[in-house]
């Protein structure tokens, strides 16, 4: 499941403001927390089947559609969720997180500018959205931006020092340059966070073997 899904259902960061109680019925709630529940196990399909149902009861729930489009998006329908989080955005243009996820949907199809745009708009509606800055980063590297991306990755680890993916492809924009300390530096960040991604194990014996740094190189083999 993306970080900020979980993170957003304990924080003011969830999903969608939900409808007073008044509004929104009992049995639509009911749906959507089991929909919520199975998303936490990742079956996206039993967690699209409840906000469906939940949508039957009360068309307008904004936040089901929005959580209806990730549930999708894990299905790998992206135009069927595509729909959905255009709908939630119909119902409340504050919707940070369904533009987020309309940007992860247009990389995974290619459409890069489209992915910038929704982006950088979940940015402008809420500028705290770390996930959203990597996100950028991401982008701005497969545009070949890596100015852009380095500058998002590191907004991104202003917010989140945990980021380790920002760290790892700070340290990529950083071997590119020629800067090869500084990308060292980075790749043992990115690694003392995930110390079993062997990925970025790889990366930093990498740096290591071409600084012909041999601090640590027998632990990191080892492992």
């Not at 940070?96 to 247009?106: P, S």
């Not at 202003?158 to 990308?183: F, M, Q, V, Y």
Request: net charge negative; charged share 20%.
């Amino acid at each position: 499941m993306l970080s900020w899904f979980k993170k957003k259902k304990n924080t003011e960061t969830k999903a969608a403001a939900e409808a007073p109680s008044s509004v929104v019925n009992a049995a639509a709630k009911a749906l959507k927390e089991q929909g919520d529940a199975f998303l936490d196990t990742a079956q996206w399909q039993e967690a699209a089947q409840c906000y469906e149902q939940a949508l039957a009861q009360e068309p307008q729930f904004a936040a089901v559609r929005s959580n209806l489009g990730f549930a999708l998006m894990q299905l790998h329908r992206y135009t069927d969720a595509s729909a959905q989080l255009e709908l939630a955005l119909t119902l409340d243009a504050g919707l940070f997180n369904a533009h987020y996820l309309l940007a992860t949907i247009a990389r995974r199809q290619a459409h890069i500018a489209d992915a910038v745009r929704h982006v950088e708009t979940a940015i402008a509606i809420r500028p705290s959205f770390a996930e959203a800055y990597s996100l950028l980063g991401d982008l701005r590297l497969e545009l070949e931006d890596r100015d852009g991306a380095s500058a998002a990755y590191l907004r991104a680890l202003e917010l989140d020092p945990g980021a380790a993916s920002a760290l790892s492809n700070l340290g990529g924009i950083c071997e590119h340059r020629g800067e090869r300390r500084k990308a060292l530096a980075y790749y043992r960040q990115a690694l003392a966070l995930e110390p079993h991604n062997q990925g970025m194990r790889l990366n930093l014996l990498h740096q290591q073997f071409q600084l012909a740094d041999w601090a640590g190189v027998e632990n990191e083999i080892a492992l």
